[in-house]
């Protein structure tokens, strides 16, 4: 075994010890991978993405000019993942969240996660 396998061994090793079985892996040691989404309420968005939306658990980041809809479609997306069950935590760098639109198209305001830095 060469010395940089040893190390990169040793290195996934620490990191499977430290975060749990799983955590890093080779993407071909699975042959599937089977990735929940979360729907962004725009269907063709969600055939182009491929899984059906947004990967769910993951942390996504919307990235656009200004007034590209970028608040928009996160905030659908938050409601359809309230929808479903999940929990939200929403960073607006921008300030752009509106609470009473986000409550009209259907976020549950006072369950979700919000920082403004």
Known sequence: ?????????????Q?????GKGSV??????????IESVP?????????LGIGGLPRGRITEIYGPESSGKTTLATHVVAEAQR?????????????????????????????LISQP
């Open 1 to 13: 075994m060469v010395e940089r396998d040893k190390a990169l061994d040793m290195a996934l090793g």
């Open 15 to 19: 990191i499977e010890k430290q975060f």
């Open 25 to 34: 892996m080779k993407m071909g040691d699975k042959t599937t991978m089977a």
């Open 40 to 48: 962004t309420g725009a269907l063709a968005l969600d055939l182009a």
């Open 84 to 112: 479903n069950g999940g929990t939200c935590a929403y960073i607006d760098a921008e300030h752009a969240m509106d609470p009473v639109y986000a409550k009209a198209i259907g976020v549950d305001i006072d369950e979700l």
